[in-house]
């Protein structure tokens, strides 16, 4: 959540979308898989990985480059592999009060490794 005086641009003519068609499985079409994949080039070469992003919407290994996703303006439909931080929360959380350290989120189930749980919003200043 951006404090007043942080500059953001929300303009949708700034985002880069795809033209795929196929919902982005050949991600050597995709501009915004490639888009991934370049910021990754520019790391140290100790810090870059072979295949940067998600495997069938997990995520195996942090991506320290970032990762762009396709969006509203893509040409590939809302189930594109490359969506993921934008669909609505799939797993069940649980917020409790612990006995020493305040409050805390648990799952009610168990979750896949690399699954995306949620976004954690915090305040972005100036």
Request: include cysteine; aromatic fraction near 8%.
């Amino acid at each position: 959540m951006p404090a007043p005086g942080v500059p953001l641009n929300l303009d949708t003519d700034f985002l880069v979308c795809c033209s795929c068609t196929d919902d982005c499985q050949d991600k050597s079409r995709c501009e915004c898989w490639q888009l991934t994949l370049e910021s990754n080039k520019r790391l140290p070469p100790k810090l870059q990985l072979n295949d940067p992003g998600y495997v069938h919407r997990r995520l195996y290994e942090q991506v320290t480059s970032g990762i762009f996703e396709c969006n509203s303006r893509c040409a590939c439909k809302h189930t594109c592999q490359n969506r993921v931080v934008q669909n609505p929360l799939r797993i069940k959380l649980q917020l409790f009060k612990t006995a020493r350290r305040g409050w805390g989120v648990r799952t009610l189930h168990d979750v896949p490794r690399g699954s995306f749980i949620c976004v954690y919003v915090g305040r972005m200043l100036t």
